[in-house]
């Protein structure tokens, strides 16, 4: 049902698991969403009632669908059967004025885009795979046919990043990504290929949760791209080795961010007293989540309130990177194996307590100090890869110490400091 509200209204589902929940959100977020979908009950309690009385009594102005009946605000809510979900669509999309026009619009597309890399190493997909040309899509292979390493390459050097499967193909192709990800990610032992291969997983794993969110194969692929990223940390690579092999390749630059951000704060962690394995782990697992739902280049480059204001972003863009830090913990609501504590730095990781917009005090020290750890690491990597000309990391150093002067903001930029000889030859 969630996925067909979405697909149908052009809305986005934010689930809360009772009705303490969804007013605790509301008061916390002071967020007024269009429209409220509610059980009668919820375990023993009238789900329906809490959440109407509060609606009414903070004069929200929010139309409420009850799934089922509730003979005490009958006439006051919208009462669909809960099993009639096209219904619950239909009124969900009227109550939220989406027209019927919009409806058809917003249909599903046929085809489901993923990145070419992926298929690196691999001979058949086992399904149809498509090449976009001009406005339509043509077949590339079928089913049944082969492709080779060198027929990949030739794509990518013609510009093709993008290859299409049959959007009704699409549980069948993360079953088998994420299956062929896993055994990819575990062998590879050359810290480049992997560092590639991790990057194409990234980007593979990015497109995939923004279409079905989180599902048993989303969260077995994501758990691979961390795996692998947690072995390149390991492996104590130096920035500028890095730093050449990111920039060869052209990979996206929420993955150099999120790749580069993974090393640098884990090995600051290295250099504070309470850093542990424990600690380093939700830093990755941060790392790979925090920019999620904005990997697209032209969104991952913003990083202010200013960049923000003044980018040419379309108001839903904007709207967009502004909750990128919110919508990545809404999106892990449903991922059963978040490590404690891991939620909290990628909301916080602009440094805005509640995830939602940009900071105007850079030392604001409402936030974690894990958060702290990673926010000063994020902010060193961002300096190094936007750049035009060679990075100078000892530069950048100099920069962040003299940023980060106060608390646990500067002890995180101490620990940076200390890191660097390990980074940095
Ligand atoms: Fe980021
Ligand atoms: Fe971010």
């Given at each position: 049902m969630v996925q067909n509200l979405e697909v149908y209204t052009g809305s986005k589902v934010i689930i809360k698991r009772d009705a303490d929940e969804l007013i605790d959100f509301l008061k916390r977020d002071d967020f007024v969403p269009d429209l409220i979908i509610s059980e009668n009950m919820a375990g023993d309690e009238y789900t329906i009632l809490k959440v109407y009385y509060f609606v009414n009594s903070q004069k929200l102005d929010v139309p409420v669908i009850l799934l089922g009946e509730n003979p005490k605000i009958k006439g006051k809510v919208e009462e669909v059967s809960r099993t009639d979900w096209q219904q619950v669509i239909k009124k969900a999309a009227a109550l939220m004025t989406v027209t019927a026009e919009q409806m058809i619009e917003l249909n599903v597309p046929e085809y489901y885009p993923f990145p070419t890399g992926i298929l690196r190493g691999s001979q058949e997909l086992g399904l149809s795979v498509f090449k976009k040309q001009n406005e339509s899509y043509k077949v590339w292979r079928d089913e049944n046919s082969k492709f080779n390493e060198e027929e990949i390459e030739e794509l990518l050097l013609d510009g093709i990043d993008f290859l299409y499967i049959l959007n009704t193909d699409r549980l069948e192709f993360a079953k088998s990504v994420s299956a062929r990800l896993e055994q990819l990610l575990t062998n590879e032992?050359?810290?480049?290929?992997?560092?590639?291969?991790?990057?194409?997983?990234?980007?593979?794993?990015?497109?995939?949760?923004?279409?079905?969110?989180?599902?048993?194969?989303?969260?077995?692929?994501?758990?691979?791209?961390?795996?692998?990223?947690?072995?390149?940390?390991?492996?104590?690579?130096?920035?500028?080795?890095?730093?050449?092999?990111?920039?060869?390749?052209?990979?996206?630059?929420?993955?150099?961010?999120?790749?580069m951000t993974a090393v640098v704060s884990q090995a600051m962690l290295d250099n504070v007293d309470w850093g542990t394995n424990e600690q380093k782990a939700k830093l990755v697992f941060a790392a790979f989540f925090h920019d999620i739902c904005i990997p697209q280049d032209h969104l991952a480059t913003i990083h202010t309130g200013g960049e923000l204001f003044e980018s040419d972003l379309k108001k839903e863009e904007k709207v967009r990177v502004e909750k990128h830090a919110f919508s990545a913990c809404e999106l892990l609501q449903n991922h059963p194996d978040v490590p404690y504590g891991a939620e909290n730095i990628i909301l916080q990781h602009h440094g805005v307590p509640n995830g939602i917009g940009f900071p105007e005090d850079h030392l604001d020290n409402r936030i974690t100090p894990l958060a702290i750890i990673f926010r000063v690491a994020e902010d060193y990597v961002h300096q190094l890869l936007d750049r035009d000309e060679k990075p100078d990391p000892f530069f950048v150093l100099k920069g962040i110490l003299q940023r980060y002067t106060k608390g646990e903001y500067l002890k995180a930029a101490e620990a940076l400091k200390a890191a660097h000889p390990k980074l940095v030859d």
């Open positions: 032992k050359d810290t480049k290929n992997l560092v590639g291969l991790t990057g194409e997983s990234f980007n593979t794993v990015a497109t995939l949760l923004s279409s079905m969110g989180i599902t048993e194969s989303t969260i077995k692929a994501s758990q691979a791209t961390i795996n692998a990223i947690e072995k390149i940390a390991n492996s104590s690579p130096k920035l500028e080795d890095l730093l050449s092999i990111l920039l060869k390749n052209p990979s996206s630059i929420a993955w150099k961010h999120c790749l």
